[in-house]
Every structure is written in C-alpha cells, then in structure tokens.
T-cell receptor, first 113, second 114 residues
Framework: NAGVTQTPKFQVLKTGQSMTLQCAQD?????MYWYRQDPGMGLRLIYY???????DKGEVPNGYNVSRLNKREFSLRLESAAPPQTSVYFC????????????FGPGTRLTVT | DQQVKQNSPSLSVQEGRISILNCDYT??????FLWYKKYPAEGPTFLIS?????DKNEDGRFTVFLNKSAKHLSLHIVPSQPGDSAVYFC?????????????FGKGTHLIIQP
C-alpha cells in the first residue's frame, strides 16, 4: 500500500515548456487535490476532483489544467511554464465523507527558469 | 486576504515541556479544523482534527482546543519530544469536512531543544 505517489520528484523547465505532473493513489479514495507550496507560504489549492469525471478550480488555478483519468489518477498540466510557477506541488486524496483527512504525496519540486 | 493565520513562524521549546502552537481564522464559515505536520522533503501528514461543534479533541500527546467566539485554535503537545521538530500547518474546511479542499496557514516551525 503505497498511499499517494507523485512523479517526477524534481523537474527543471525553461519558460514556455510544458509538462504533466502525475499523481496516483491506491486507497480507493473518491477525492483528489493538487496544492502548491511556495517559500514561507502555506499550501494553496490549485484544483480538486470530488469524484471521477469531475474537477473544480481551487484558489490558484490560472496556468494549470487537470485531468481525472480514473479513480486512481489525477494529473496536473502546465501548458506553458512561467517562473512564478516555480514551487513544490503536492497531490492529496481523501474520502468524500466527513470528517475529512487528506493524505499527501511526497511532492514534486518544480523550477522554471 | 489570509483566512487562516499562524502568526509565529517559529517556536523553540525544551524537550519534555509543553509546545503550544496557535492559529487564528477569519472566515466564520469554517466548520472543521485540522493540524498537519511536515518534515523537510516530505508531504504533510495528518495529526489531529476538530469539528466546530466541539471545543477540545485529544489524541495521545496532542490536544487541539477551539475557541469559536475568538476564532482561535491551538495545538498542545505534551511532553514535547525531539521527533516533534517539524513545520506544523493549521488548516480549515467550509464543507463540514467534505471534499472541497482545505485552506492552510503559513505554518509554524517547531524546534525541540534537547
């Protein structure tokens, strides 16, 4: 039981390049989330998916797209990376039913130059 | 406009003593609160939570207190141990603990001194 896994762990992109961050969970959770954490900041919600086939914007969705491929997988895509998107990205999952407890992956450290 | 505030970026406590981490919130729609612990280069891990219908929840060495009138919660760790050294995030939900995502504070770096 691996919990929440994320790939890659590290990535360096040039401005304008695109990439997809992958996330998978093996806990049969309905809900999945993408957060970003910047230095000295808390985690901020980018997008979330309450169930397979649905996605919703969070606090900071601009510049990102997501795909809930199936119940296990939730990917985050940067179509044209920019330096302000340099951050650590965390994927999380949870059950839908209250009380909520989100389980986080180890994070992807992305640098955009 | 930060809805969840942790005003102490860092806190140093001697091993064996009590650690008290504080969190304030501004959104009166928050109805569920959580504390997460984060080590460097790892994802946050859930520590303890409390519903707005309670004022205290205890789990071993960890107790969370909620004062709704003051919009304030605190995490008490007794006794503090070296492994407690980490960044602690306060988080809140408006969906009864449902699936809409969490709002996090900036975190407090707790350092346990031997």
């Amino acid at each position: 039981n691996a919990g929440v896994t994320q790939t890659p762990k590290f990535q360096v992109l040039k401005t304008g390049q695109s990439m997809t961050l992958q996330c998978a969970q093996d806990m049969n959770h309905n809900s999945m989330y993408w957060y970003r954490q910047d230095p000295g900041m808390g985690l901020r919600l980018i997008y979330y998916s309450a169930s397979e086939g649905t996605t919703d914007k969070g606090e900071v969705p601009n510049g990102y797209n997501v795909s809930r491929l199936n119940k296990r997988e939730f990917s985050l895509r940067l179509e044209s990376a920019a330096p302000p998107q340099t951050s650590v990205y965390f994927c999380a999952s949870s059950e839908n039913d209250a009380p909520i407890e989100q389980y986080f992956g180890p994070g992807t450290r992305l640098t955009v130059t | 406009d930060q809805q969840v505030k942790q005003n102490s970026p860092s806190l140093s406590v001697q091993e064996g003593r009590i650690s008290i981490l504080n969190c304030d919130y501004t959104n009166s729609m928050f109805d569920y609160f959580l504390w997460y612990k984060k080590y460097p280069a790892e994802g946050p891990t859930f520590l303890i939570s409390i519903s707005s219908i309670k004022d205290k929840n205890e789990d071993g060495r960890f107790t969370v207190f909620l004062n709704k009138s003051a919009k304030h919660l605190s995490l008490h760790i007794v006794p503090s141990q070296p492994g407690d050294s980490a960044v602690y995030f306060c988080a809140a939900s408006t969906s009864g603990g449902g699936a809409d995502g969490l709002t996090f504070g900036k975190g407090t770096h707790l350092i346990i001194q031997p």
